[in-house]
T-cell receptor
Framework: GQQLNQSPQSMFIQEGEDVSMNCTSS?????WLWYKQDPGEGPVLLIA?????ELTSNGRLTAQFGITRKDSFLNISASIPSDVGIYFC????????????FGTGTRLLVSP | DAGVIQSPRHEVTEMGQEVTLRCKPI?????LFWYRQTMMRGLELLIY????????DSGMPEDRFSAKMPNASFSTLKIQPSEPRDSAVYFC????????????FGDGTRLSIL
């Protein structure tokens, strides 16, 4: 099935560093979502973006909906060990049954 | 609030056996999705229900897979007969169909077919 291009594939950083990851698509989406998946658990919604150009924060997380509607990025500031996990972007259309198309994931490791 | 509840969390069974995975969506959500996650293919949508009716099952891999939603609070995904290549983590997600609400995921069932 279709997947979005997400980069980087993995990151290994020191605690306290900022992190940036992005997602690009050849198609336009009406909504961009960012999920985090911890080992052995399901994806948990972090941020939802509904408008092109929108910039939204959730604590140390900030995400933006690209102006072309074909991309989105997620920033994590001052990373901490519990930020470890896999981060997925997902694009959602507002037609049909609003199917989600997921990115390939970014695996984040944080060293204390 | 209770999230999406899946059972069992882990299932190990032998090839050829029937496997039934269960899902209880978030109360009030009228859309339900079954996904399969593997390292090779990531998250794949298997089937989508709206108001208990299957709308799109084009992601169901083959006839060995079937899904039902007898009421608004329960869905099953069945594999019969199971094969080793069915080993994966299976997720159920639900959403409120009104507006453009995001999907919320359960913690999944890790299935191993020996």
């Amino acid at each position: 099935g279709q997947q979005l291009n997400q980069s980087p594939q993995s990151m290994f950083i020191q605690e306290g560093e900022d992190v940036s990851m992005n997602c690009t698509s050849s198609s336009i989406f009406n909504t961009w979502l960012w999920y985090k998946q911890d080992p052995g658990e399901g994806p948990v919604l972090l941020i939802a973006l509904y408008k092109a150009g929108e910039l939204t924060s959730n604590g140390r997380l900030t995400a933006q909906f690209g102006i072309t509607r074909k991309d989105s990025f997620l920033n994590i500031s001052a990373s901490i060990p519990s930020d470890v996990g896999i981060y997925f972007c997902a694009g959602q259309l507002h037609t049909g049954f609003q199917k989600l198309v997921f990115g390939t994931g970014t695996r984040l490791l944080v060293s204390p | 609030d209770a999230g999406v509840i899946q059972s069992p969390r882990h299932e190990v069974t032998e090839m050829g056996q029937e496997v039934t995975l269960r899902c209880k969506p978030i109360s009030g959500h009228n859309s339900l999705f079954w996904y399969r996650q593997t390292m090779m293919r990531g998250l794949e949508l298997l089937i989508y229900f709206n108001n208990n009716v299957p709308i799109d099952d084009s992601g169901m891999p083959e006839d060995r897979f079937s899904a039902k939603m007898p009421n608004a609070s329960f869905s099953t995904l069945k594999i019969q007969p199971s094969e080793p290549r069915d080993s994966a983590v299976y997720f159920c997600a639900s959403k409120n169909g009104a507006g453009y609400q995001p999907q919320h995921f359960g913690d999944g069932t890790r299935l191993s077919i020996l």
